[in-house]
């Protein structure tokens, strides 16, 4: 049997296609000004402060000018050189680095339990890492502090990178067991078939996909790491070993504050996480929707 | 493979549980070594001792230079100074006195003592003041400040420097509007309504409407009122209705003389607002008298103690005092003592307070010639030791008085401001707090 399928009736020019009621308009039906004028503003907000920022870093101490004109650098000589900044910064990057290979590595480890065994107290302990999100870190403060001066490690950037991991590992463990649930578990078992064993397989096929989950997980726990004060300003004691955070804080005194150092010392412990997230921004998106809405 | 699966199972919680214990039972077993229990000792007056500043940063340049003098002067004694970020302090000192680890001295502010002595971890420093050569080589008002901050029985603190109240003014705008300098509060309710336009963004004074605002708030009402106690028996004078007229009046310049974003100001956004705008008159301390000379020139600016009425007579709150403490918890409270006489001596104690530009507790120093150069601490100085002078004692010693003079205070301040509560009302919470607290301090005492 033949159907014959006739032609669909041209539309006439004049007359406009209609839209079902309830339906959204199509992206290219929204006049442009729609999009751009809120996305402008919000911008406009988002950015001014960090103009403002710059402004007071750039512009020489005393000027009132809104322009950074006649520029200088000499609030950022000011805070690396005379306020330790460079030493500030070196002992973040080390918090933040170990933070984030410490805690991407146990969250790896205890994410893969949670995605492929099971076991008694799974379910309670799922909630109990949930749970351990609602607890302040200034409630722990004391525990911790006792913890680490009976260990001997009061003092020492280990402490702080122990106690940023800690904190960090159950979230980095709920997200991580997530992705590794997207990832087929048949991929693992043709891999043994193969010959490998667990670890192996876990390596060679499932660690690879777990790209995105990694960055977004890793990336976070930096970021936390970097910004985090409490931590750095109760475990350490030497100046010498202090970080970020608590250096800009030492910029503002009881009665006065020095702006433009405090705005170069802002721009400086901004930059590395601005650098991070314009690196990882895709793997980030991608990393946090897929682990949170499939996990 | 079940079964070998359960075993490891079992190995594994039982590794955990155990280095759970150990972990807890190594947390207990310590002697509370370093915290508010611990008695100390005296120790060789030798070795090692750390300071803790409690205004790291800003100060860490001069305390190294005073840390390196000492260390010159006493080869055997090694001084660690640990910076601490002035609005950090007290958290990183309850953490200590709970956890372990307090230094052998530190800086402790007035508005700290009494929570920090509460806890126990001060040594009373009253028998080594008198034995030592600091004895009456320093200001007596504030070593009875410092004596009433902590309680009152005891010190707890050997002040290094005090500040004061100080009215800020730009001399160029006042020159150009043909005004007098604002001595008494007429003048600097004249002033401020001459100097505000606001069609041209200028405005004659800026008000602390934000964190810190209760105790400039306090200072304008008492002084403007003339009354010289802040107790009347056991209940506080601050809800009188001498006071409240005051407060009134001055909290009226709000948007009327002032910027209206002043609801928000704590001290950063006000000295940052003044010093790059065009605002007559600012009330702060002498701290920010250094960043009022880097953004302003030494021409453009006075710093004047706060006005006086009409007749002359001055009357002002007392301010914090800055000072060291010796923590009972050393073991090596021989050291730290010397330190402290160093510190307090009139060399160092000039060196730290020209520093800092506030006045310095000890007596030879404050009269150093670079005081004579400097107007607004000499102006305050003399201010705060003159005569006539009215102190009003805040109750520092009240374990309450931080948080009635913040967190439950300050957002009712700004309702007043913005009139959404009336000045009257405001005092009379203020006041209900503050005897409660003070009942409360008395029973314990």
């Known amino acids: 049997m033949i159907t014959e399928i006739a032609p669909a009736p041209e539309r006439v020019a004049s007359e406009p296609a209609r839209r079902p009621r309830g339906k959204r308009p199509a992206w290219d039906e929204v006049p442009r000004w729609h999009i751009y004028l809120p996305l402008s503003v919000y911008l406009l907000f988002t950015l001014i402060p960090f103009y403002w920022i710059l402004l007071f870093a750039l512009r020489p101490a005393g000027s009132t000018s809104l322009v950074p004109w006649p520029m200088t650098f000499d609030h950022f000589g000011k805070v690396w050189n005379e306020r330790a900044f460079g030493t500030y910064f070196q002992n973040s990057v ?21 995605a492929r065994f099971d076991f008694r107290i799974k379910k309670a302990f799922m909630l109990a890492l949930l749970c351990t ?28 990178v122990i106690a940023e991991t800690v904190f960090q590992l159950p979230l980095s463990m709920i997200l991580i067991s ?50 985090h004060f409490l931590f750095a300003l109760m475990f350490l004691s030497d100046q ?24 170069a010392g802002g721009i400086i412990a901004a930059v590395p996480v601005v650098i991070v997230f314009a690196f990882i921004q895709k793997w ?8 949170a809405v499939k996990g | 493979m079940k079964t070998s699966i359960r075993r490891n199972r079992r190995a594994a919680v039982a590794v955990a549980l155990g280095s759970v214990l150990a972990l807890t039972a190594t947390a207990c077993g310590d002697d509370g070594s370093g915290s508010a229990g611990d008695k100390g000792n005296e120790g060789s007056g030798k070795g090692e001792i750390t ?42 000192y309850d953490t200590a006195i709970q956890g372990g680890g307090l230094p052998d001295v530190g800086g402790v502010g007035t508005a700290m003592l009494a929570e920090v002595a509460v806890q126990g971890a001060l040594e009373p420093l009253d028998g080594r003041l008198a034995k030592s050569p600091l004895n009456g080589k320093l200001s007596q008002n504030l070593v009875q400040s410092s004596k009433a901050a902590g309680g009152g029985d005891q010190l707890y603190q050997i002040p290094t420097s005090s500040n004061n109240g100080t009215l800020w003014y730009r001399t160029d705008l006042f020159k150009k509007a043909g005004l007098d300098a604002p001595t008494t509060w007429d003048k600097f309710y004249t002033a401020a309504d001459k100097l505000t336009d606001k069609g041209k963004n200028r405005f004659g004074f800026t008000i602390r409407g934000g964190e810190g605002s209760i105790a400039p708030a306090l200072d304008a009402a008492y002084s403007q009122s003339g009354i010289t106690s802040f107790w009347n028996g056991d209940r506080t004078t601050v809800n009188d209705p001498k006071n409240v007229a005051a407060l009134e009046k001055y909290v009226a310049l709000y948007k009327k003389d002032t910027p209206s974003a002043d609801v928000n100001n704590d001290f950063t956004k006000m000295v940052a607002q003044w ?21 302003l020139g030494a021409d453009k600016f006075r710093g004047l103690p706060n006005p006086t009425q009409a007749d002359g007579t001055r009357v002002q709150i007392s301010n914090p005092v800055d000072g060291l403490s010796l923590f009972k918890s050393s073991k090596n409270k021989a050291a730290a003592w010397k330190f402290v006489e160093f510190a307090l001596s009139q060399e160092e104690n000039s060196k730290f307070n020209q520093s800092a530009g506030q006045i310095p507790a000890n007596t ?82």
């Open chain 2, 275 to 295: 010093d790059s705008g065009t605002i007559g008159m600012l009330s702060h301390n002498l701290g920010s008298y250094q960043d009022h000379l880097k953004a």
């Open chain 1, 178 to 227: 997530g992705f590794i649930r997207n990832v087929p578990f048949s991929l693992e078992e043709a891999a043994w078939v193969d010959g490998c064993n667990r670890f192996t397989a876990f390596r060679i096929v499932v660690l690879p996909l777990l790209r995105p989950g990694l960055i977004a997980v890793g990336s976070f726990a930096f970021v936390h790491a970097w910004n």
């Open chain 1, 94 to 114: 080390l918090v933040g680095v170990a933070t984030l290979v410490m805690t991407t590595l146990v969250a790896l480890a205890g994410g893969y339990a949670l």
């Open chain 1, 284 to 291: 980030l998106i991608t990393g946090f929707s897929a682990g």
């Open chain 2, 51 to 92: 300071f803790w500043d409690n205004n790291g940063g800003v100060r860490t340049d001069i305390w190294k230079q005073i840390i390196s003098d000492f260390e010159k002067k006493y080869p055997n004694i090694k001084v660690n100074y640990v910076g601490i970020p002035a609005a950090s302090a007290q958290s990183k």
């Open chain 1, 133 to 160: 999100q609602f607890v302040p870190g200034a409630l722990l403060l004391v525990p911790l502090f006792e913890i680490f001066a009976n260990l001997r490690m009061i003092n020492s950037l280990a402490s702080v």
């Open chain 2, 364 to 445: 030879d120093a404050a009269e150093d010639a670079w005081i004579q150069k400097a107007e607004p601490t000499k102006l305050a100085a003399e201010a705060l030791n003159g005569a006539g002078t009215k102190i009003v004692q805040l109750p520092y010693y009240l374990p309450d008085w931080n948080t009635i003079s913040k967190a439950d205070n300050e957002p009712n301040f700004q309702k007043v401001l913005l009139g959404k509560m009336s000045a009257k009302d405001f005092l009379n919470t203020l006041a209900d707090q503050l005897n409660k607290a003070q009942a409360d301090w008395k029973q314990n005492h």
């Open chain 1, 240 to 263: 010498g070993k202090q970080t970020i955070p608590v250096g800009l804080n030492t910029l503002m005194s009881a009665d006065s504050v020095d702006l433009g150092a405090l705005a």
